[in-house]
């Protein structure tokens, strides 16, 4: 199983614009954030602990994706 709400299911952000999201802008700024993570997971499992999530490579492109997403949201 997979860390996030859509990493859990077969459901993409892209189906929830206009239930959860608002536009595709969104919902593309979201799935990277969620491409990401479950990546992550992957690599490291999800029941992992938090500090090796943290020091995976990858997760600075997390943090920037997560930036993206969060500017997307507010706007």
Do not use: K
């Amino acid at each position: 199983m997979e860390d996030t709400f859509w990493g859990q299911s077969r459901r993409r952000p892209m189906d929830s614009v206009g239930t959860l999201l608002r536009s595709e802008h969104e919902a593309e700024c979201v799935d990277e954030v969620v491409t990401h993570v479950v990546q992550i997971s992957q690599r490291c499992g999800p029941e992992a602990p938090d500090v090796r999530w943290f020091e995976d490579p990858s997760w600075a492109y997390v943090r920037e994706a997560a930036g993206r997403a969060a500017a997307a949201l507010r706007a």
